[in-house]
């Protein structure tokens, strides 16, 4: 949050020229970045603390080999 406050402040012209939707677009945006780190440190202490959650978040992902056959099923259809 800190290096958010730091580029707004960085950015041309005096708080108070900044327009009611440029403000808005910042608060979101400030928002939407706290919004995904506290996303991804979730996720992280998920897969780092319980093995059962880690393995189901794990379960969820297609593994590599299910993927390209995914990929060839509708080539192998139309040819």
């Not at 608060?27 to 996720?43: C, P, S, V």
């Not at 969820?60 to 139309?78: D, F, G, N, Q, V």
């Amino acid at each position: 949050m800190q290096d958010l406050a730091r580029d707004l402040g960085a950015i041309a012209g005096a708080p108070a020229t900044v327009s009611d939707e440029q403000a808005q677009l910042l608060e979101a945006q400030g928002a939407l970045r706290a919004f995904f780190d506290l996303f991804a440190a979730k996720a992280s202490l998920a897969l780092a603390g319980d093995p059962d959650e880690r393995a189901r978040l794990l379960s969820l992902l297609p593994r590599a080999e299910e993927r390209r056959h995914l990929r060839r099923e509708p080539t192998r259809a139309s040819g």
